[in-house]
């Protein structure tokens, strides 16, 4: 379907503009790097289904970057929702639902034997940390070229996500300080893990790990890689963090540390755990969860961690996940859309769920591999895409997300859309 006109979208990124800086609660949406001078501003949703303020109609692979792996207003999590605000939106209080979610996600996560909720990935991700260098006693922390863990000062040293997108190796406001204690190795690259380890070996507190690289578009753990952070781990004393944000519940019900049997002692949550509303965890070992407050003297909080609202759709959302032959449904998917994306010059890297189609020869292991991508290749089919009407992520950095809701028409109308790019 042709997108006859973004009128609308245009009137109202203008008055944005206006009012919010950049038009946008989070940079990426802005679709700059694509090339565009405005965004689409996006109206209704429905299964793998989005229209836009003018009315158009897309084909959604973004679903608002991985939340919404039933895909756009699920009736099941509709209703959940609904029904939850109908008794009361917060109470800043214990609650049954709450329970409930925190009992799914220890049943589902291998590693996990406490959990705390918070509401942003980029708090579970700050608080796993702080966790860790108050169970250690140490400061320094590794973490990997591209790897994107939020936008807590310590973790904005060469982050993927919005940073790698706008080309910002790190951001002005983080005092260097700050990030003197992250040290930045290069994703599967574990000798240079090993050499830092050694260099800085009873400093330090943490290493923290996606455990498929989601943020630099998808690059896979080599074998072993994840095995060998372990090991490291071991050896000095420091904590294992994996950032199962994206990885979590959508490249197999526990995440990468199930997929990839590995061990971490913390994991981040969020995105799906959330169900589309804000919610995200982290969790882990009990003697190092122990130590947060009111148990321990590890401080963290929040007014609206544990809201029953996202409680309800985190946990409607995981409920459809625990329906028989839902991962095999999200392969099938998933294994489509990549022969969909695939062509010459295009290398598409897939683990389950998650995937990217880097207009790159191949291969790319790495984030220098990912930024030898040609953007300017990729911002033309993305406008293609997007004219024909089929939403990608408006970043060569970022995942597609195949959900539960996504139709064979869908993968047809994509299928279609790109061999005519190719052709
Ligand atoms: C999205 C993401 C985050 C940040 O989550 P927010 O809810 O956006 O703060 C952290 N880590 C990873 C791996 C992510 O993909």
């Not at 209704?44 to 836009?52: A, C, L, S, T």
């Not at 303020?53 to 509709?78: C, E, F, K, M, Q």
């Not at 209080?93 to 406490?114: F, M």
């Amino acid at each position: 379907m042709a997108v006859l006109t973004d009128q609308r979208s245009a009137e109202l990124f203008e008055e944005a503009r206006r009012l919010i800086p950049g038009g946008v609660s989070s940079p990426v949406r802005a679709m700059r790097s694509v090339g565009r001078d405005h965004p689409l501003f996006l109206a209704r949703g429905e299964g793998g289904w989005v229209w836009d303020a003018d009315g158009n109609r897309y084909v959604d692979w973004v679903l608002s970057w991985g939340p919404l792996i039933a895909g756009h207003a699920h009736p099941a999590v509709v209703e959940a929702v609904r029904d939850a605000a109908g008794r009361g939106t917060t109470f800043g209080a214990p609650t049954e639902i709450e329970l409930e979610l925190a009992r799914a996600v220890v049943e589902a996560v291998p590693s996990v034997e406490q959990v705390r909720f918070v509401s942003s990935g980029t708090e579970a991700a700050m608080s796993a940390i702080r966790l860790a260098r108050a169970f250690t006693g140490r400061d320094r922390i590794i973490k990997f070229a591209g790897g994107y863990h939020g936008h807590a000062d310590a973790l904005l040293a060469r982050a993927g996500s919005g940073l790698a997108t706008l080309g910002i190796p790190s951001s002005p406001g983080v005092p260097d300080a700050v990030v003197a204690d992250t040290l930045v190795a290069e994703y599967n690259d574990l000798e240079a893990v090993r050499a830092l380890a050694e260099h800085h070996d009873d400093e330090l507190a943490a290493i923290i790990v996606e455990p498929v690289a989601g943020n630099m578009g998808v690059v896979a753990p080599a074998p072993g890689f994840l095995e060998g952070l372990r090991t490291v781990c071991n050896g000095t004393g420091a904590v294992l963090i994996a950032d199962e944000v994206i990885t979590g519940f959508r490249i197999a019900y526990g995440g990468g540390q199930e997929r990839f049997a590995f061990r971490p002692d913390l994991t981040c949550l969020g995105k799906i755990v959330g169900g589309g509303l804000p919610a995200a965890a982290f969790g882990g070992r009990s003697d190092i969860m122990g130590l947060l407050a009111p148990d321990g003297d590890v401080y963290q909080a929040g007014t609206l961690s544990g809201n029953p609202l996202a409680m309800a759709a985190g946990l409607a959302t995981l409920r459809l996940l625990r329906e028989p032959g839902a991962y095999e449904r999200l392969e099938r998917t998933s294994a489509a859309l990549e022969a969909a994306l695939a062509g010459p010059g295009v290398t598409v890297n897939r683990v389950g769920a998650m995937l990217t189609a880097f207009h790159h020869p191949g291969p790319v292991r790495s984030y220098a591999d990912a930024s030898g991508a040609d953007t300017a290749r990729f911002a033309a089919f993305h406008a293609h895409m997007l004219a024909r009407g089929i939403s990608l992520a408006p970043s060569q950095f970022e995942a597609a997300m195949p959900s539960l809701a996504h139709t064979d028409e869908q993968l047809e109308l994509t299928a279609a859309a790109a061999a005519e790019f190719a052709a």
